[in-house]
């Protein structure tokens, strides 16, 4: 089930995906768009890559998905496996590089990967 969670009144909320493959399924296209605006633009980020990377060695993982949206914009995402309680970066072990992708147009994004 995925839950909408408002971080404020105001117009940007938080999502918990618990089916993040939506993010590189049929909204794969706004994950690479949001991908190419973030200072953590990567290959190993891609939708292409996460979803290859689900259908293979992280196809046992629990994954569970986090975006935050203002008025309908993606402004950042990420995606993660559930690991005995502990959030590991979905993708690990087989990239070089994961991270939360954040707008660049986003203050403070600009200071780049975490």
Same mark, same amino acid.
């Given at each position: 089930?995925?839950?909408?969670?408002?971080?404020?009144?105001?117009?940007?909320?938080?999502?918990?995906?618990?089916?993040?493959?939506?993010?590189?399924?049929?909204?794969?296209?706004?994950?690479?768009?949001?991908?190419?605006?973030?200072?953590?633009?990567?290959?190993?980020?891609?939708?292409?890559?996460?979803g290859a990377w689900?259908?293979?060695?992280?196809? %046992?993982?629990?994954?569970?998905?986090?975006?935050?949206?203002?008025?309908?914009?993606?402004?950042?995402?990420?995606?993660?496996?559930?690991? %005995?309680?502990?959030?590991?970066?979905?993708?690990?072990?087989?990239?070089?590089?994961? %991270?939360?992708?954040?707008?660049? %147009?986003?203050?403070?994004?600009?200071?780049?990967?975490?």
């Open positions: 089930m995925n839950t909408r969670v408002p971080i404020q009144s105001s117009a940007p909320t938080l999502d918990v995906l618990t089916d993040p493959g939506v993010l590189w399924s049929a909204q794969s296209a706004e994950w690479d768009a949001l991908l190419s605006r973030s200072p953590s633009d990567s290959i190993f980020l891609t939708a292409a890559w996460l689900a259908t293979t060695i992280g196809r %046992d993982a629990a994954l569970l998905g986090i975006t935050i949206r203002q008025s309908g914009k993606l402004l950042a995402a990420a995606v993660f496996e559930v690991s %005995d309680g502990v959030l590991l970066f979905a993708g690990r072990g087989a990239s070089d590089y994961s %991270d939360v992708l954040i707008d660049g %147009d986003v203050p403070d994004a600009q200071h780049g990967p975490l």
